[in-house]
């Protein structure tokens, strides 16, 4: 490899990289806030959902799409358990098949939305049209 090559993937690295610690300082000073200012669980699991969210769009703003996919994957889960924790309780849905199963619907659901704006994208490509 030369090494413009080396030097483009050590850039496209940076960034991925970049991206991830800023999702993780922000989640750590959120989850910090829901735990000490506001309390209970429903604030830590609301500041990690935020969290996750915030570091889509960094992630999306740093062109790092694979720390994206992974973060909204992440923000999918944990909307998903948020949901199903104040729907029956913090000690019903507990354990590793309800963890299993909300973390594969959720890596699903993201793989399917990226799959699907792809597809979208190369056929607005091929009728002519820039996609929106």
């Keep these: 490899m030369d090494r413009q090559a080396v030097w483009s993937w050590l850039l496209v690295l940076g960034r991925h990289v970049l991206a991830f610690v800023i999702f993780w300082l922000i989640s750590l000073a959120l989850v ?13 699991a609301g500041g990690q959902l935020l969290a996750c969210l915030l570091g889509v769009a ?6 790092a799409p694979v720390t994206a996919y ?9 909307a998903s ?5 104040v729907r029956y309780g913090i000690d ?10 909300v973390m594969c619907a959720a890596i699903v ?8 704006m792809r597809r979208g994208r190369r056929g607005a ?8």
């Design 109 to 116: 659901g993201v793989a399917f939305g990226a799959l699907l």
């Design 92 to 101: 019903a849905p507990q354990g590793e098949p309800t963890h299993f199963a």
């Design 70 to 78: 992974c973060l909204a994957a992440l923000a999918t889960f944990s």
């Design 81 to 85: 358990e948020l949901a199903i924790h």
């Design 32 to 44: 910090q806030l829901g735990g000490r200012v506001l309390g209970g669980w429903p604030a830590l």
């Design 58 to 63: 960094v992630s999306l703003l740093l062109r």
């Design 125 to 132: 490509e091929r009728r002519g049209r820039t996609p929106s």
